[in-house]
């Protein structure tokens, strides 16, 4: 299996993309993927997506944006796994090139979520837990995760306020990101005061429903430099699994879905958890960073939320997380985050991000998307080659 890099990437900004579709999204992410690393052509491409039939009535998604984007005959089909369909269609775009049989990939992930009325959108978004045993019950995504902050609340005494330090993170980084959904900091009063969603989960500890698209393109890395002077090769992008619903698990405060997908990126590249010097945790809930922190190895059980209350996740922290705004700031379209993710941390690995979120000597980025619960996860290793 051959080394591979990635040498484009593309994004939309995240917003309520009330007067553009699926298609024009996706488009657009993979022409300015294609246009960062100057190509015209490619032979694959990996379409991220989890609602699109249901939320935009459209299948076939991976033949279509082929169309669209100019690369009409090639291979091209849709990835599915959740809130995980970005990194998901990541990972076939790497082993394709990885195996040989295709030179050049492109993986996009994209998602409208805004199409509908709120309430499709919740039932959508609840086909990625179990139908029969928790969806059929009344639970949403916010109630699953409410179930998970509550039960560490009592595990580990801590409060309610204590997880306010994700948000504020989030937001404060959010700022500087251009392509963000929110650029306005938020205080823990205006945490503490926010809108009860499912106690004890607030509005703010939720990620936003939006709209956006996100593209890398993925090369051989003994040829790239033929298309970047800054490629990024690809250590590590490697998936665990865990049960879907969460009174099948052992312990549902310990992600083995994480575990599981960190330690094999970890293995892969060669590093341990101390080398990563950025981490995009797919903190679509604040409990889920938390969680996401511990079970990939940067903090013991229940330590997670102290960590970030002494500043361990800010920018100049032990393990700065959500550096571009994450899930909380940046936004969440679901089929379109894992990639999002993955742009950011190309970016920082580029040193293309603003000073006032740039992470000093990033050789290692890592990020993590999580579909559902935590019953699929996939986590990328990225690291800068030296010129």
Known sequence: MRDVAIVGIGQTPVREHWDRGLRDLAVEAVLAAMDDAHVRRADALYVGNMLSGTLSFQEHVGALIA???????????????????AAAALRQAVLAVQSGQVEVA????V?????????????????????????VMGLSFVAINALLMRRYMY????????????????????????????????TREQYAAAKMIADPINLLDSSPVSDGAAAVVIVPAERAREFSDKPVRVAAC?????????????????????????????????VEPQDIGVFEVHDA???????????????????AVRLANEGAITPTGQFPIATMGGLKGRGHPVGATGLYQVV????????????????????YAMAQNIG???ATVITTLLERLIT
């Open 238 to 270: 490697e998936v665990g699994t865990d049960t879907v619903a969460l009174d099948n698990r052992a312990n549902p405060l310990w992600l083995k879905g994480v575990e599981r997908s960190a330690r094999r990126a970890y293995r892969r590249a060669g």
């Open 155 to 186: 595990e580990y005494g801590v409060s309610k306020e204590d997880f306010a330090a994700f948000t504020v993170n989030a937001h404060a980084n959010a700022r500087h990101n251009p392509f963000a959904m929110f650029h306005t900091p938020v």
């Open 372 to 374: 559902g619960s935590g």
């Open 106 to 109: 492109i993986a996009v992930g």
């Open 67 to 85: 169309e669209y984007a100019g690369l009409e005959g090639i291979e091209a089909v849709k990835v599915e796994a959740a809130c995980g369909s």
């Open 344 to 363: 950011e941390c190309v970016l920082h690995l580029r040193d293309e991000v603003p000073d006032a979120v740039r992470v000093e000597g990033v050789q």
């Open 285 to 303: 809930f604040s409990i889920m960073a938390a969680l996401s922190l511990e079970a990939s190895g940067l903090a013991e059980p229940g330590t």
């Open 111 to 135: 998602e409208k979520l805004t199409e509908l009325a709120s309430k499709c959108t919740t039932n959508a978004l609840a086909m990625a837990a179990d139908a029969d045993y928790e969806a």
